[in-house]
């Protein structure tokens, strides 16, 4: 898996007063264990007359790739950020989510932990920015139909829902985004997909995936609504989990949207008030799915970020549509 490249953009009205900052990011990250990579990033962030706000560069962590959408981890080494002084930025984790689409222009969002913001391995959010200049390659392993997926589910058909106009305060974007009602149309993602297993543990398992969520126009990402519904069931009809619940945050960035919600509801009482995480790539040929279980032992689920999709369903498909 490896993360490579050098690209920069400018931030968009959806970012208040920091609308127009050019801002530039540069990575370097391989890795075949996820949790053992090699590499470093670096970040820029001028302000439009040229003048520094924030420069910081470090160590990549952790990595995650799948096909083109990749998720590194770091831990800021260097930092010099006049533009804010008040924050501590060395030693502090973060985390960079990059979605390559190649000539049609690559995406990449963010969680800073400089800015209080959790971070967790190989979780990131959805991409939000859009840059316009430089390339950024993603490369990972790029699973087929029914690829492995890890316990818990399955769903079915793709749903076509309006979205309207609006913005956010999103997960990535550090003191995070403005309203901007004339570009940004609201958040939505939404369908239901199946397919099987290919964990060894859950071999052949049909599993189901249901997610309708939305973010009004104008509105933050932890105002999203919307439910889920996951089913996991043993090749013989055998019930292995059955749960659904509410959408507490929603963010999508170009075609990767990041889901986080909590159980209401489930056949096994022990998974009522437990925060999952479902995180879709919604592909023009064959969409992906991620998903995480804040189950005790795991790592937490956090608000409006998950891992890499990174299973194949057999049928159905998502609509994912953001910034």
Known sequence: MSVRGSAGGQLGPEFGPMAGDPVRFEIQASATDPMKPSGTFKVTHHKPDGSLLARFSGEVTGLHAVGQVGVVNGKITWAEHPGAPQLEFVGKPVSLTVQDEGRHGDRIGWVWGFFGQPVSPLQGTAPVLRLSDGDLSVRGPVPGADAAGRSAAGG???TAVAAGDGAEKSAAGGSGLAVAAERDRGHLLA?????????????????MFSVAARVEPGATPDTASGRFHVTHHKPDGGLVADFSGRITCLAVGGRVGMAT???????????????????????????????????????????????????????????????
């Open 191 to 207: 369908g239901t997909v199946r397919g099987t297993s290919k964990d060894p543990e859950f071999l052949g398992d049909p599993l």
């Open 156 to 158: 079915a058909d793709k």
């Open 261 to 323: 919600g909590v159980v209401e509801a489930s056949a096994d009482p022990a998974h009522v008030g437990l925060k999952v995480s479902f995180s879709v790539y919604d592909r023009a040929r064959g969409d992906r799915i991620g998903w995480l279980w804040g189950v005790p032992g795991s790592a937490p689920v956090l608000d409006c970020q998950g891992f890499t999709p990174f299973f194949a369903p057999s049928t159905g498909g998502f609509l994912a549509r953001g910034l």
